[in-house]
C-alpha cells in the first residue's frame, strides 16, 4: 500500500508471478476496499490470494522510529507478523526502507551473532552467472569493521546458497586498491578479511573501486549502506539514461531508424542485461525472516522480480542454511581468537 505508484502496480506484479508460480498462495495485506476490486479483475489467479486488511499504511514520509512505536495496525506491520507467525514463508514490501527495516527488526529479531542486518542487492556483471552481490545498499549508513566483517559472510552466504558460487570472491569497496588507502575502520575491515576468509567461505581479493562493481575480479562487493545506496541509485540512474539515449539516437532519422530495425534483437538483449527492474529486490540479510525490499517506484516487473526472489529464497531454505553458516563463522573466529594468544606465548 505504501509504494509510490500505488497498490496497483503491486497487484500487477504479483499476478504476473502468480502466473508464473503456479503452486504459490499470496497474503496480500492493506485496505480491502481498495484491493478487492483490484483483484476482481484477475479470477484466475484470485483463489490463491488471500486480502489482509489493515486499517492503516505506513507512507514514505513516516519516521522509522514513529512506525516502531505506533506501527501496529498498518499493512506492513501485519506483513512482517505474518512472516514471524509462520503463516508467510517471506515478505515483499515496496514501502518505506527505514520503516521496513525497524519493523523486521524488532518484530522478527536478528539471526543470533549479527550485530547489524544488511540490505543486499544484484547488480548486472560480467561474471557467468550473470550478476554481482552488493551489500549494504540502505539499511544503515554506517559501519564499522565488525558489521563490514559480518557483511562478508552473509554476502558469501548469499552468493553460494542463492546463486550457487561454489567460493564467492569478496571485495571490499574503496577509493582505491592501494593497501594505504580508505579510512581506518576500512584498512581494520581489510585485515580481518584476510585473517578469516576460511572461516567465512569465501575468497578475499582485497579493495575493490566503483569499476570493480560490475566486472568479472569479484562475486560480492562489500560497502556500508550509504556509499552502496548511492551506488545503486547512480547504476540505476545510469542504465535508464542508456536506455533513453539510445532510443533518441534510432529516432533521430529515417536512416538512424532502419538501424535500430536492423539491430534489433541485440538492442533488447542489451535492454534485457541492463534493465534495473529484472534485478529488483534487496534482501535484508540477518534476520529471522526472509525480507525483500522492492523499490518504491517500481512497476509491474519490478514487482514481480521481487517476488520470485523472495520465492526462490523460501524454496530453498535459504534463512535456516544461512544462520547455520553465520553462527559456524561466528564459532570458528572466536576459535582463531583463542588460539593465537597460545601461538605467541609459544613462540
Known amino acids: 500500500m505504501g509504494g509510490d505508484r500505488g497498490p496497483a502496480l503491486v497487484v500487477a506484479g504479483l499476478v504476473l508471478s502468480a502466473t508464473a508460480f ?8 492493506g ?5 478487492t476490486p483490484l483483484l476482481a479483475k484477475h479470477p484466475q489467479i484470485a ?3 488471500t486480502i489482509c486488511h489493515a486499517e492503516r499504511v505506513v507512507t514514505m514520509h513516516d519516521k522509522p522510529s514513529n512506525v516502531m512505536r505506533h506501527g501496529a495496525g498498518t499493512s506492513m506491520w501485519g506483513t512482517i507478523d505474518s512472516l514471524k507467525d509462520g503463516k508467510a514463508n517471506a515478505a515483499v514490501s515496496c514501502g518505506n526502507t527505514g520503516a521496513l527495516m525497524a519493523v523486521s527488526m524488532i518484530r522478527l529479531r536478528k539471526l543470533p551473532g549479527v550485530n547489524r542486518p544488511a540490505i543486499a542487492c544484484l547488480w548486472p556483471s560480467r561474471n557467468p552467472g550473470g550478476f554481482n552481490i552488493m551489500l549494504d545498499v540502505g539499511a544503515d549508513i554506517k559501519a564499522d569493521p565488525e558489521d563490514l566483517l559480518q557483511y562478508a559472510t552473509m554476502g558469501a552466504a548469499y552468493a553460494n546458497l542463492g546463486l550457487n558460487t561454489s567460493k564467492p570472491r569478496i571485495g571490499l569497496l574503496n577509493v582505491g586498491t592501494e593497501e594505504h588507502k580508505g ?4 584498512k581494520e575491515a581489510h585485515d580481518r578479511m584476510i585473517q578469516e576468509a576460511a572461516a567465512g567461505g569465501y575468497e578475499f581479493v582485497g579493495f575493490v573501486e566503483g569499476g570493480d562493481i560490475p566486472s568479472d ?15 545503486l541509485k547512480t547504476g540505476e540512474g545510469t542504465a535508464k539514461l542508456i536506455g533513453d539515449l539510445l532510443k533518441e539516437a534510432f529516432n533521430a532519422g529515417l536512416m538512424s531508424k532502419i538501424a535500430g530495425l536492423l539491430g534489433l534483437n541485440s538492442l533488447k538483449r542489451l535492454q534485457k542485461r541492463i534493465d534495473p527492474r529484472r534485478v529488483n529486490g534487496g534482501v535484508f540479510l540477518g534476520l529471522n525472516g526472509v525480507v525483500i525490499k522492492s523499490h518504491g517506484s517500481a512497476d509491474e516487473t519490478g514487482v514481480a522480480a521481487a517476488i520470485s526472489l523472495a520465492i526462490q529464497l523460501a524454496s530453498n531454505d535459504f534463512l535456516q542454511r544461512l544462520a547455520g553458516r553465520v553462527a559456524s ?3 570458528a573466529g572466536q576459535d582463531d581468537a583463542m588460539i593465537k594468544p597460545d601461538a605467541g606465548q609459544q613462540e
Request: avoid cysteine.
Open 217 to 231: 575480479r569479484v562475486d560480492v562487493i562489500v560497502t556500508d549502506g550509504f556509499t552502496g545506496n548511492i551506488a
Open 329 to 331: 563463522t561466528a564459532v
Open 183 to 186: 579510512r581506518a575502520e576500512l
Open 47 to 49: 483463489p490463491r490470494v
Open 22 to 29: 503456479p503452486e504459490t498462495h499470496f497474503l496480500l495485506h
Open 31 to 35: 485496505q480491502e476496499a481498495e484491493l
